[in-house]
């Protein structure tokens, strides 16, 4: 996850100077240095360099600041800079979600992050989720406009946050963005309207390198973005972009990687293989469906514990805030504790007796009162419904038979794993435990689990701070074998056998024990 | 000079239909399709061509003509259309020169030539010759004044020439451009300054390809446009297309090849090796300095007969119009046939006895008539001043002497050459024999010298048409030794021998007869 030595874009070169000897040009000279540097062959030098070139490289006595960038064993120079000035080259690196952005700004010398920056995505204006957006870019000027706002919000957030650390748009040269595919295609102004559509057909796999400007992205002129290569319309780079942060592309110790969005998104291998699938568990998971679930953020649920001999709550919302909702990973906590402390039962079923007064009947569905008007921000009760429920189960059945059939695909078991990558924000919620608990992931060590937090922006990252990455991005995609999930029998009972908590098969979770025999419950921090 | 198979740049390819098993990008598609066509392991596809492709390939079912480049063994997809269009995708070569700039048009799947246009160089409204402009450029917006007017003329020139063959701008998708160094300097709006101080140092010298977008130039949005490399100030890309077109890099009968412009360019070499210089012959034999030149067009004189015994003129204009003046090759001719008839002698001195009353003295300048005033458009005599004569001798003595050196540079003299090619505007009016009698060019057997016409037109087009040529112009380029004329005592010396008509040691120019001897005459045509 991390490189022991910094080895950055920033190349610094002295020249010899021209002589009726050596009277090679400017660029043929600048460009004769960086080959001997990067021992290369070639180096492109774009046009926007060579009309500055002359000045600057006679001003700055014939050594330059170099920013280089490669993509397929083409280097490309997207930048020079005057090798005493202070004020150092910047790259960013963005996490392009379909709800929430974040840029990061990085000193290319040092690999350093400068300042950070998280905010909606603007498109939701136009819907919520990837699939209306699609919609809305097959109507008139519609794919204009989600590619207007996408880019518009980086322009100013990119102004925004270099004023934060004294810089200018024009000192950032190089980009690197990882996002899911539809995201990618509608900053990059592609057409979406196969993505979604019968075989699910991106325009593009491997965008490799363009120029900041070609792409309306104000920052200096020679600036080049690189883009996370997608595998399909359902595999984004952002997952790629994971994979590369969590470094287990590079282990020898197989590890699995799971990415709960809009899609669950499961990888497994190791420095030698990698399966992939994406599976439709997400949207439970993430809280989507249930009434009271919301995003992580202030006022979210994210922990619960249940006395199993009282039944007594304890409810912790982040930011400390009186509870307004619940978000995924506090659901997930929630259901566990309900089934830890015996107010559901293995069917997940809520149990009418150890409910007690808070439990609700209204109009045929059950429902549990969380958290009471009197203790919620929004003045009303708090509930979770049967069905709520029962979205969770078949969610993490989901999610548990995606693992099975993963592992299964080469002979290994969840159990087997090792380390296991929980990544994105609901990863960095979520208590493993209790997605054990109530059989989501497998019954291994709390150890083995490791929460990468956002992994895309953390590759995303690593791209512009270490030259090897950039080939690793395409090794790691050229490595991937996707594993279509063929939902046939075979899914269907080993879906079956885990819509209990924690499974039909309790020797596959021998730490989950049956509620009530022992104090099971977790104190809230 | 020609291939003897097209071998173009467009590739028409079927791809592979999507389906669940391949649900490969459109992009990596099309590219999977075109690495196999062209056996490359990476083509780039421009984002303006992405923006299309889902439409254009399903609407040609999956089927594209796809117009391809190549730079340092990169390929890049420059356009798609459909193969069913009868509209073929063009390619533009040009030649631009300090004074005139050639435009042609081209099929690209043929071939063949479209059409063609030819207009002063709108830079001429700046100054006549390169050092005025090179001047005007260090000024506040002159060099952007300099790069649009060109960039402007050629717009509107493409424009009409895309008219006359019912073609669009957007229908062009490459082209080439040679042109002397401070030209595409201009072109591309690169700074000059440092192009006429020593150590004439260009910005760059192999350009490789560039968007015609980013250059300004309105043609298909994802055109690439080709720019001739060159080797310095003072050598060319102009030069390095002329070899190219006159096959010379190719052979293994060693030939020279000389282009006369403001310059003399001379290159001398074969297949294994070349060899370039380049002298200030040039302005004389162009004409420039002579009172009654006048570049090669309508009423110059391009050739002369003089009967050496009656002493009549015989006196050709281009266009068979009255005289107006003269042009380089008509002025060679004239000295030619004024020392075959006698009327100077091997100095080049005016012989008062056989001038006769053409003989003129004003104010201490001797001048003979060469057309009196009933005969000529202006309605005065044209005359030629002494002065001129030895500028003239001057001129082809440095010309003669150059040949020499780099002759001598191996080991062979002038005489030993088999393949003389003649490039240039001055090389297609030029009498050869004219040239040997007054000892500018070796006295070797007529059927040697090969005049190529537009040679620097003729090499870009040869680029447009042929895949293998770019890379024989970085072979080209790579294999060029520069030779530095070293003016020392032997070059001072050999100028001082050929300072004769034909040369002091006249073994060399045995087929040039002494004046009146013989019936010298030349019959116009």
């Known amino acids: 996850m991390k490189n022991d030595k910094y080895k950055g874009w920033v190349k610094t070169v002295s020249l010899a100077l021209p002589s009726l000897q050596d009277n090679t040009s400017d660029a043929d000279r600048l460009a004769r240095a960086l080959k001997k540097e990067l021992k290369t062959d070639f180096i492109k030098i774009d046009l926007e360099i060579l009309r500055h070139l002359p000045n600057f490289l006679r001003k700055w006595d014939f050594t330059a600041r170099c920013v280089v960038f490669k993509n397929h064993g083409q280097w490309i120079l997207a930048g020079i800079c005057d090798p005493r000035e202070t004020t150092p080259p910047a790259g960013m690196a963005a996490d392009l979600g379909t709800t929430r952005i974040v840029l990061r700004l990085i000193n290319l010398l040092s690999g ?33 406009k989600l590619n207007h706002l996408i880019v518009g919000s980086i322009n100013r957030n990119i102004e925004d946050l270099c004023k934060t650390c004294n810089l200018k748009p024009e000192h950032v040269y190089l980009i690197s963005i990882a996002g899911n595919t539809a995201m990618t295609h509608f900053l990059m102004g592609l057409d979406t309207h196969w993505l979604i559509r019968e075989p699910y057909i991106p325009v593009i796999n491997s965008p490799g390198l363009i120029k900041a400007k070609a792409m309306g992205i104000k920052v200096n002129p020679a600036a080049q973005v690189m883009i996370f290569p997608n595998i399909g319309s359902y595999f984004g780079g952002d997952l790629i972009s994971g994979i590369l942060f969590s470094g287990m592309n590079q282990s020898e110790e197989t590890a699995i990687l799971i990415d709960v969005g809009t899609n669950a998104e499961v990888v497994f291998g190791n420095s030698n293989w990698l399966i992939a699938c994406a599976g439709a568990a997400g949207p439970a998971l993430e809280s989507g469906v249930t009434r009271m679930g ?153 150890e083995s689990y490791k929460t990468l937090g956002n992994s895309s922006l953390g ?55 049956n509620p009530g025999t022992e104090d099971q419950a977790l104190v809230c921090p």
Not at 116 to 132: A, K, R, V
Not at 374 to 393: M, P, V, Y
Not at 479 to 500: C, D, H, P
């Open 294 to 446: 919301m995003m992580a953020g202030p006022g979210a649920i994210d922990r619960v514990a249940i006395d199993p001999v009282t039944r007594k709550f304890q409810i912790h919302a982040i930011g400390n805030m009186p509870p307004k909702g619940i978000c995924g990973s506090g659901l997930i906590d929630l259901v566990a504790q309900l089934f830890l402390s015996g107010l559901i039962d293995i069917r997940g079923k809520l149990v009418l007796e150890t409910c007690g007064s808070r439990f609700l009947k209204k109009s045929g569905n059950a429902r549990l009162i969380v958290v009471p008007a009197e203790k919620s921000a929004t003045g009303k009760d708090l509930t979770i419904s049967q069905a709520d429920i029962d979205s969770l189960i078949k969610a993490k059945a989901a999610m548990y038979t995606i693992l099975e059939t993963i592992t299964a695909s080469v002979g290994m078991a969840p159990q087997d794993i090792k380390i296991f990558y929980i990544a994105g924000t609901f990863g960095s919620f979520i208590n493993p435990g209790s997605a054990v608990s109530i059989g989501m992931l497998p019954d291994i060590s709390a």
């Open 112 to 144: 350093k992050i400068l300042a950070e920056s998280s905010f909606d995505n603007p498109q939701i204006s136009i819907g919520q989720d990837i699939l209306t957006r699609v919609h809305f870019a097959d109507t008139d000027k519609g794919l204009e």
């Open 459 to 513: 590759g995303a990252t690593m791209v512009l701070n270490c030259c090897d990455c950039i080939d690793e991005i395409d090794a790691i995609r050229n490595r991937i074998t996707y594993l279509e999930l063929n939902v046939n029998q075979e899914f269907m009972n080993r879906l079956s056998a885990a819509e209990f908590i924690p499974h039909t098969d309790t020797r596959l979770f021998r730490s989950v024990k």
